[in-house]
Structure formats: C-alpha cells, structure tokens
C-alpha cells in the first residue's frame, strides 16, 4: 500500500518547484531538497526490489517482459543520471 507515494511526493514537489519563479531567493535551496528526496526515492525503489527479488522472485516476473522491463533497464537508471546531473549542475552555479 506504502508503494509509490514516494513518487507522488516527488511528482508533487516538481509541480511545486515549476510554479515557482526562478529568481526566487530560495528557489535553490527547494531544489537542492526536491533533488535529495527524488534521488533518495529512486534509491529505495532499487533496494526495495533487490529485496523482493531475494525473497520472492516470482512476485516481479513481469518485470523481466516488455514492456515492464524498460523500467528497471532504461527508466531508472535515466532518472538517477538526471537526479546527478543536477547535482553536478547545481554545484558549479
């Protein structure tokens, strides 16, 4: 039940941060914390289905067909690499 609300906080905080006008004092900041949570979300949905797939296979079969399997093949590790694109950009400003 506790599944994907990690995303819609994340999801949320993204809406949040494009109605906010960029000369925001602390726009940064927002965006250093949106990133931190996003990269720590992805994070725990990787863990989390490590630990799944250690204890019960079966249950994320359908994650090894498309087209379920761009998920963890092409949709994750995309998302992470932005979350540290980000943090790259952010640091060199």
Same mark, same amino acid.
């Given at each position: 039940?506790?599944?994907?609300?990690?995303?819609?906080?994340?999801?949320?905080?993204?809406?949040?941060?494009?109605?906010?006008?960029?000369?925001?004092?602390? #726009?940064?900041?927002?965006?250093?914390?949106?990133?931190?949570?996003?990269?720590?979300?992805?994070?725990?949905?990787?863990?989390?289905?490590?630990?799944?797939?250690?204890?019960?296979?079966?249950?994320?079969?359908?994650?090894?067909?498309?087209?379920?399997?761009?998920?963890?093949? #092409?949709?994750?590790?995309?998302?992470?690499?932005?979350?540290?694109?980000? #943090?790259?950009?952010?640091?060199?400003?």
């Amino acid at each position: 039940m506790a599944a994907g609300i990690g995303d819609l906080v994340v999801a949320a905080g993204a809406l949040a941060l494009i109605v906010l006008p960029l000369g925001q004092p602390d #726009f940064r900041r927002y965006l250093a914390i949106w990133n931190v949570v996003g990269c720590l979300d992805l994070l725990l949905v990787v863990v989390s289905a490590a630990r799944i797939m250690l204890a019960a296979p079966k249950q994320l079969l359908a994650l090894r067909y498309p087209p379920l399997n761009l998920l963890p093949a #092409f949709l994750v590790p995309l998302l992470l690499a932005m979350h540290v694109i980000l #943090f790259i950009l952010m640091r060199r400003s």
